[in-house]
Structure formats: structure tokens, C-alpha cells
């Protein structure tokens, strides 16, 4: 008797003990909400971005090498890549192009080991190339294998050959990007599964990569960013249906590739671009089934992942 007793009391003090800390991290991200914490000084960093050519993450790279990083500029297309390069040269920036297929492990760990020998140690890696495009998701329908390849094992090949480095040194900053397809899921029967289907998986990379971490002294810091692919391509908005355009409304590559580095700055574990769209997704996933499916035809959207 004495015993469950004791085992009540513990109980009891545990769910007190989870409830208070529940209550002031509501608090504390509601504070940070009006005050954001304060921007870290990237300079000297050595920045990855892979998917450097083109889009969101070609802005990534210009604007990482104007805030003193030096930026090696990962792409399959060299001539974008390059492109991309010379642009931040013309600016002064230290940036070196590596073209590498980031589907071919070997590829990636030659990569990552020149990029070592000629820039130092990797402390910052970008994925962008595994986030659709507007114009895609409308035209192109996904090849199943290289959709997997690119959005899910690439990762595992980056990681591979950056993160043992980081533990290493001690330091580094893995920003890992996401569609929306990774919060709400794709409403186009078939055609659209396997996007859909990579980008949760992404996102349970990161929040296992989290997870691991936060039972070790490591300084490695993860960011989920989910990146909403019809409003980071002015250039494809012809092509997209907005049900509601003044909700939603459309975005330059420029503008989310600041708000990333801008995250990215602040340390935040996740976001999204913009970043009010973030709790539409977490609001879909604690609805009922159908009212999940009712709030997504309301916000209807011409790429099938409103």
C-alpha cells in the first residue's frame, strides 16, 4: 500500500514537473515570438550549399558570402554553378564552385574533402535542391528513384562525410529544408506521393538528428525549415491557382532565401517561409481526419499541397 502510494506521489510530482516546463517553453516561444533571440556572427564560417545554382539556394549562397562566409557552392550544373560564383566574386565574396552529383555517395565524399583541403572544415551545410519548384510540381511529374536519391539518401551521403567533422571540431549548424508537402501531404492522386512522401521523410530525418543530439554535449545545432514551394517563385506565378492570393501571395527567391539565413542566424530548432504558415501545418495534423481535408480544400492551391 505504502509503496503505491510512493508511486502516486512520484507520479504526480513528474506530470507537475512536465506541465511547468511544458508551460514555460509556451511562454518562452512566445516571448522570442516579439523578441527574437539575437543574430550569431557568421564570419569565418564555411558554408556548404548544395543546390547552389539556381532559386533559394543560390540566394543562400550570395547572401551567406555578404555576411563574411566563405561559401563552397555545390551543384550538378556547373555552368549555373559557376555562374553563381562569379556573381559573389564580382562582390568580393570567398566562394569556390564544386559541381558533384549529390546522389552518388563517392561523388559526395570527394566532394566534401576538397571542399575541406581548399575552405577548412565544413560548419555550416545547406541542402536546397531536394525542395520542388512551383513550375515542377505543376509540369513535371517525379521519377520515383531520383526523387528518393535526391530529397532523402543525399543526406545520408552529406552527412557521412560532414557531421563526423563537426563532432570533431565541436561545432556546426545542419539547416535541412522541407516542402509543405512534409506537413500536409500532396491531394494529387499518384502523381504527387512520391514528393509528398520524401519530404516527410526529411522531416523525420531532422527531428531524429534533434533528437540524438539533444542527449549529447554535441554544439551541432539542427533547423527544420519547411520552405512552401508556390510562394518562392515569382516567375511561376502564372502557372499557380491561390484561393486565397492575399493569404498566401508570392514571394521572391531573395526574400526566402533571407528569412532562412535569418533562422538560421537565430538558432531556431524550425520554421517555415514565411513563417506564419508553420502553425497552419501543425493545425492540420491535430485535426480530425476530415477537418484536416476541409481546411485544406479551403486553402486550395493550384500545387496540390495547401
Not at 535526391?150 to 557521412?160: E, Y
Not at 563537426?166 to 535541412?176: N, P, V
Amino acid at each position: 500500500m505504502l509503496l503505491r502510494l510512493y508511486s502516486i506521489i512520484v507520479l504526480a510530482l513528474d506530470l507537475m514537473t512536465l506541465l511547468i516546463g511544458v508551460f514555460f517553453s509556451i511562454l518562452v516561444t512566445l516571448y522570442q515570438t516579439f523578441k527574437p533571440p539575437p543574430l550569431k556572427n557568421l564570419q569565418r564560417e564555411v558554408a556548404l550549399v548544395v543546390g547552389a545554382g539556381r532559386g533559394v539556394g543560390k540566394e543562400i549562397a550570395i547572401q551567406l558570402s555578404q555576411l563574411g562566409v566563405s561559401v563552397a557552392c555545390v551543384d550538378i550544373n556547373a555552368d549555373t554553378c559557376n555562374a553563381t560564383v562569379k556573381k559573389i566574386s564580382q562582390s568580393l565574396g570567398n566562394a569556390k564552385a564544386y559541381i558533384c552529383d549529390v546522389t552518388d555517395k563517392n561523388q559526395v565524399s570527394k566532394t566534401v574533402d576538397t571542399v575541406i583541403s581548399e575552405l577548412g572544415n565544413v560548419t555550416i551545410l545547406l541542402h536546397c535542391c531536394g525542395v520542388p519548384s512551383p513550375r515542377a510540381l505543376i509540369q513535371d511529374p517525379p521519377e520515383i528513384m531520383h526523387t528518393m536519391n535526391l530529397s532523402i539518401l543525399s543526406h545520408f551521403w552529406l552527412l557521412d562525410s560532414v557531421f563526423p567533422r563537426m563532432q570533431q571540431t565541436g561545432k556546426g549548424h545542419i539547416i535541412i529544408l522541407s516542402s509543405v508537402a512534409g506537413l500536409s501531404g500532396g491531394s494529387s492522386a499518384g502523381a504527387r506521393v512520391p514528393l509528398s512522401t520524401a519530404q516527410f521523410a526529411v522531416q523525420g530525418l531532422a527531428e531524429s538528428l534533434q533528437t540524438e543530439l539533444r542527449h549529447s554535449n554535441s554544439n551541432i545545432i539542427i533547423t527544420l525549415v519547411h520552405v512552401y514551394p508556390f510562394i518562392v517563385g515569382i516567375e511561376a506565378a502564372t502557372d499557380i491557382r491561390f484561393r486565397i492570393p492575399s493569404y498566401f501571395g508570392t514571394m521572391s527567391a531573395t526574400e526566402a532565401a533571407r528569412q532562412i539565413i535569418d533562422g538560421l542566424r537565430r538558432n531556431y530548432a524550425e520554421f517555415s517561409v514565411p513563417g506564419y504558415l508553420l502553425y497552419l501545418g501543425h493545425v492540420l495534423r491535430i485535426l480530425p481526419k476530415k477537418a484536416s481535408f476541409m481546411l485544406r480544400d479551403l486553402l486550395d492551391t493550384g500545387v496540390d499541397f495547401a
